[in-house]
């Protein structure tokens, strides 16, 4: 069975840190660029992140540019994302995805996990 699963979520205070897990079991990452998703409460779910196959190359979003920080660890089959300098619009759950490229649709979703930017 072909499962994404993602871990790391919680509650953060504003100016804080999480690092998001996304682990693959029953395909091998090697061959599907990632992606990072997020959903806020009543808000359409957007693209977030995006890393290469090779990990080579990667895009953000304008919202997350410079604060938040795609990669892949090809031989552990698992995607992160590092968040850093978190903000209350930050809230959300995330998603990690599996594309033949970034930009292509989604053949594989995660279940997501909450991330809640709270003081």
């Known amino acids: 069975q072909l499962q994404l699963v993602e871990s790391g979520g919680g509650l953060v205070q504003p100016g804080g840190s999480l690092r998001l897990s996304c682990a693959a079991s029953?395909?091998?990452?090697?061959?599907?660029?990632m992606g990072w998703f997020r959903q806020a409460p009543g808000k359409e779910r957007e693209g977030v992140s995006c890393i290469s196959r090779s990990g080579g190359s990667t895009n953000y979003a304008d919202s997350v540019k410079g604060r938040f920080t795609i990669s892949r660890d090809n031989a552990k089959n698992t995607v992160y994302l590092q968040m850093n300098s978190l903000k209350r619009e930050d809230k959300a759950v995330y998603y990690c995805?599996?594309?033949?490229?970034?930009?292509?649709?989604?053949?594989?979703w995660g279940q997501g996990t909450p991330v809640l930017v709270s003081s």
């Open positions: 995805a599996a594309n033949h490229y970034c930009s292509g649709p989604v053949v594989n």
């Open positions: 029953g395909f091998t990452l090697d061959y599907y660029a």
